[in-house]
T-cell receptor, first 117, second 114 residues
Framework: AQKITQTQPGMFVQEKEAVTLDCTYDTSDPSYGLFWYKQPSSGEMIFLIYQGSYDQQNATEGRYSLNFQKARKSANLVISASQLGDSAMYFCAMREIGGGSQGNLIFGKGTKLSVKP | KAGVTQTPRYLIKTRGQQVTLSCSPISGHRSVSWYQQTPGQGLQFLFEYFSETQRNKGNFPGRFSGRQFSNSRSEMNVSTLELGDSALYLC?????????????FGQGTRLTVV
């Protein structure tokens, strides 16, 4: 069963505007972590932001914030003031960490973001 | 601090050959995970090594194997290459020590099987 769903294969945003990339997840583990990664055309996966399942507040890292709605099992990434350099693939990922184990990352299919000047 | 280093960056191999990819994690990181990325299947977990032991394994055939050395450097090997093994292979290092264990990725090795 697919555990991470990113429903937007591609998104366009105007430079300097904000954009929301959607991510829903499915897990029965009460303890998990949610991650967003950026992958430019060079191939490297760049860590952006993390949200733990027990975190009370939404995570923020500079221009990135995570809109975490636990009951809906969604973890949307918000990028404020988009820049041309934000054009890339964006992946949502989850790690189930119940029982003290460090599980592997499970990735969504990704969203290709294109920032228009 | 140096990042995750993967070598080589690009590789072209012939069907039936074998290949070895290398990953040097961030200094001090003990966990190394490998992922395969293809346009069709997306990012799939291959295996994870921690302190020289395979701790977790994905759903890949036995042709895919790996190991980790005492300095945490890791190698993955693919034997009897098939055309479908063409992919970007990403290595990630982390230092498990809590819930927030973000993985830091290398730039990947792009393998083409012809």
């Amino acid at each position: 069963a697919q555990k991470i769903t990113q429903t937007q294969p591609g998104m366009f945003v105007q430079e300097k505007e904000a954009v929301t990339l959607d991510c829903t997840y499915d897990t029965s583990d009460p303890s998990y972590g949610l991650f967003w990664y950026k992958q430019p055309s060079s191939g490297e996966m760049i860590f952006l932001i993390y949200q733990g399942s027990y975190d009370q507040q939404n995570a923020t890292e500079g221009r990135y914030s995570l809109n975490f709605q636990k009951a809906r099992k969604s973890a949307n990434l918000v990028i404020s003031a988009s820049q041309l350099g934000d054009s890339a693939m964006y992946f949502c990922a989850m790690r189930e960490i119940g029982g003290g184990s460090q599980g592997n990352l499970i990735f969504g299919k990704g969203t290709k973001l294109s920032v228009k000047p | 601090k140096a990042g995750v280093t993967q070598t080589p960056r690009y590789l072209i191999k012939t069907r039936g050959q074998q290949v070895t990819l290398s990953c040097s994690p961030i200094s001090g990181h003990r966990s190394v995970s490998w992922y395969q990325q293809t346009p069709g299947q997306g990012l799939q977990f291959l295996f994870e090594y921690f302190s020289e032991t395979q701790r977790n394994k994905g759903n890949f055939p036995g042709r895919f194997s790996g190991r980790q050395f005492s300095n945490s450097r890791s190698e993955m090997n693919v034997s009897t290459l098939e055309l479908g093994d063409s992919a970007l292979y990403l290595c990630a290092s982390s230092d498990p020590g809590g819930d927030r264990t973000e993985a830091f990725f290398g730039q990947g090795t792009r393998l083409t099987v012809v």
